[in-house]
């Protein structure tokens, strides 16, 4: 009788540890947390890093004295307690202020880096105050009753109550005027000096030269090459100061008799 051989089983094989290390790894990350934390904990209680003296830098229309007063209850607490944003929303209630940055240096200073709104026009009222405002038609803050900045004018039909430091102006003649402003500022920058003020009549942007009173209207397309033409014309076409100069044809200076 023969016996039928049984088939060999598969040896038992021990699986690796891998849960083992999975485990030593996680350890290891909740000690370096641990040591993170205590590590900030430690430099964010103790008076060895606490504020001494704040450094203003990167003004020049808003004053040292009012930054320094805005932030002056950070005086005397942790370099590293402080909140970021905190600082900088102390620092943006000036719509001067376009960015800030802090930078903390050991071991009882804070740096604060700010970033001003550059004025490019002068927005005239109903009432006739001028009101600064910047490339994106944010109001900006006047700072005493003399006008040191030498800007061009826009009059727009809005009143003083309407326009508040910091809020944009939502206008459709303002947005023309901007665009065609930040057009000469690119094409034709030493054009910028001789212009007193921009208005619009019917969708059109008018300029008045501050050297002679005239009024121009500048081209979309060759806009340097034209202004150049008008100087040319201004200088030895012997126009009237009621003329009105078209810029808009290519290639020529159109004169037009204005009122």
């Known amino acids: 009788m023969k016996h039928k051989e049984l088939p060999n089983e598969a040896p038992y094989r021990k699986r690796r540890g891998h849960s083992r290390y999975f485990i030593y790894f996680i350890l290891i990350l909740i000690g370096l ?5 205590g590590t900030y904990y430690l430099l964010s209680t103790v008076d060895w890093f606490n504020i001494e003296q704040i450094q203003i830098t990167g003004n020049a229309t808003v004053s040292d004295s009012l930054l320094l007063q805005a932030t002056q209850n950070f005086m005397g607490k942790n370099l590293f307690s402080i909140s970021n944003d905190e600082v900088v929303s102390k620092i943006k209630k000036y719509s001067r202020i ?8 050991l071991f009882h200073t804070l740096n604060i880096i700010v970033t001003e709104r550059k004025s490019c026009l002068y927005v005239k009222s109903l009432e006739g105050d001028l009101f600064p405002i910047d490339e994106e038609g944010v109001v900006l803050e006047k700072y005493g009753s003399v006008y040191k900045e030498n800007l061009p004018v826009v009059n ?3 009143n003083n109550a309407a326009l508040h430091p910091g ?3 939502k206008n459709a003649s303002l947005d023309c005027i901007l665009a065609l402003h930040h057009q000469i500022m690119k094409e034709s920058p030493e054009f910028i000096s001789n212009i007193s003020e921009y208005y619009t009549i019917n ?12 009024r121009l209207i500048p081209s979309n397309k060759n806009l340097a090459r034209q202004l150049s033409r ?4 201004k200088d030895n076409g012997n126009v009237s100061n009621n003329a009105i100069l ?7 200076v159109v004169v037009k008799s204005g009122n």
């Open 33 to 37: 947390a641990a040591i993170v934390y």
């Open 98 to 105: 376009k960015d800030v940055k802090l930078r903390r240096r």
């Open 156 to 158: 727009l039909l809005i």
């Open 167 to 169: 809020k944009t102006i």
């Open 203 to 214: 969708n059109t942007v008018y300029i008045i030269d501050a050297r002679n009173g005239l």
């Open 230 to 233: 008008y100087e040319f014309v």
């Open 246 to 252: 078209d810029l808009r044809f290519d290639n020529q």
